[in-house]
């Protein structure tokens, strides 16, 4: 296990939880930040499954080697049974063939209704884990161990699960939430940096569609957060949990306000597509389509040209990509699901007001849409 | 199309609406039951989903040639934009395959999130096509249209939505409630009397877990039932839809009593799997399972001999089948799920105490299960 000093060094010097409560009836959770706290996932499951036996972990290739036998150690010290299987790393693997493999292991474990399955990792474990979850016999609890910056602060949180289809990402899945969200920030020592940057992109897009302090506070704390500075790397974990939980417990079905989380992920989805998830990761495909949400704001008169040049100063100190890939306007529209034949159609965009503040334009024209796109 | 005079022509006689309010918060729908209804169903779903434009419909290659088109020219007449899916017919296509093909023609067709799937076919189709519904961009509307006894009265109401794994049926799946269930019971018509009794073993097992006067009913009127007596028909659908619904809307997830629902399923279950899904319809096994369950209730003392008769008696009326096939101990609890290693566990199975009062037992000792295998 590699657990670089200068991070948990300082990290030990503030090792209280910071818990936040989800809220949702009968399917409420908590989302648990504590530096060190991998060690203590079998005692907490433990007490929140005390009837189960078994659980089934699933993690990918590069997460398992530094943390699975942390995770079975503390298992099997509060008694589980447990069985894992091992998922390929990355975008490309989230297919109905792997979750389908997850479900033959879950079957092979012959797990009961309330016994639970872990995911140990990214937001691709995460989402294809509780999809699975979700579905073997209708439904087991669940618990996300995200080990990736993204994973730990969107996510991991809220019940988003799927897979992606052939057409279109993340096409098939289920709102399901998890019993519990378990997020070590030491974790994140062994993260490679271009994975931490894509996290950081969605750091940045709560600040951009309902909090301009915390935009600020980034601004101001971009290399402290870069270095992995432990008190500016358990804030942000917190504020952003704390965010998505609340823009979640409106609406945890995306019938409304939810949707404002999707900000720079139209575009940011079709990028993926286009490139067959093989050449951006998902958050710096996120960060690409908010630079085009950004523009198209201003185009359409919501803000004006400086707020994209200070998301692209931003995003350029994180050394995230700033470059817009280049397709035809026919290939993004397309790749977002907007049927050619339809000319002059209305397209939903999440769009900006302000840093701070984005909201759901159902009418944006076709033709702005082409327009923008056409000037990068 | 197909439809039978004899039927048709008495049925013409009473042709109001049985409507039962499923009543489940936001997830509550209608089961409407009327003769002829089935071309009434694009108007009533123009009134259902007044935003949609387009729906999906899944059938299987025995229904579609009978009752597609009339379907077709009803939605269309209600201005409906609609493309359809075919399955092949059987539990032996209710597969992974069979599922991500619905999915393929969900995606061909772009439903949005708000627009529906029709389920026209037995309760294979219903199934799948909740499942797919149900998962389709995390969850879009879904109608049963059942065109089997079998699905009437059961598979259609209750949101219970799955597909078979190799390892076990129905092992994959979620709840999730259709928006309405829409009954025509002149379609029974056309289903072949194989397929008519297999529904009648279900209507049987209403009668026995929760209705004694059902079951003294359905003794009395059972050569009228298998003629198609149209008030005895209308009459015992809307009994067993109404049992269904009040055990779903108290137990929605199955956390209690909905599991006695599932009597003579777990070796019902068992037999469909041993056989490999193509000797028994799901009735039929069920009908098998039942048996077993009452001579495991007789000898466990919580009924005498003569509810096994009595049952045998009614299921040989209706051509149903109640040689138990010949298959090893270990071999039945093995396709039970349960684990040949741990000799001496306890089993859980419903049972009865009487005819019309069924029970979940916990603590069956799994000796008692072989020595009542090894009595057939």
Sequence with gaps: MNKPEVYSATMSDQCEANVYHVDLGDRSYDIHIQPGCLDALGSVMRGLFPAA?????????????????????????????????????????????????????????????????????????????????????????????????????????????????????????????????????????????????????????????????FFSFLNEHMDELLALHPATVAQVIYTSCRHKAEVVMADETEQGVRALLNLGHTFGHAIESMTHYTVYLHGEAVALGTLMAARLSARLGYVDDSVETDIRALFERCALPVEIPSFSADEWLDAMGHDKKNVGRRIRFVLLKAVGEAFVADDVDEKAVRDMIATF
């Design 53 to 213: 036996g078994r659980c089934l972990i699933v993690s990918n290739d590069v997460v398992a080697p530094l943390y699975l036998e942390r995770v079975e150690r503390s298992l099997a010290a509060s008694d589980w049974a447990f069985s894992s299987t091992i998922l390929r790393d990355g975008e490309q693997h989230k297919t109905i063939d792997s979750w389908n493999g997850i479900l033959d292991a879950l079957m092979l474990a012959r797990l009961s209704r309330i016994e639970p399955v872990i995911a140990l990792g990214g937001g691709v474990v995460g989402d294809m884990t509780g999809f699975a979850a979700s579905c073997y016999r209708r439904g087991i609890p669940y618990v996300q161990v995200p080990t990736t910056l993204l994973a730990q602060v969107d996510s991991s949180v809220g019940g988003k699960t799927a897979i992606n289809h052939p057409h279109g990402k993340n096409m098939i899945g289920a709102f399901y939430q998890p019993s519990l969200v378990w997020i070590d920030p030491l974790v994140l020592g062994t993260l490679a940096p271009r994975e931490l940057r894509a996290g950081i992109a969605e750091l940045i897009k709560y600040g951009l569609i309902r909090d301009a302090g």
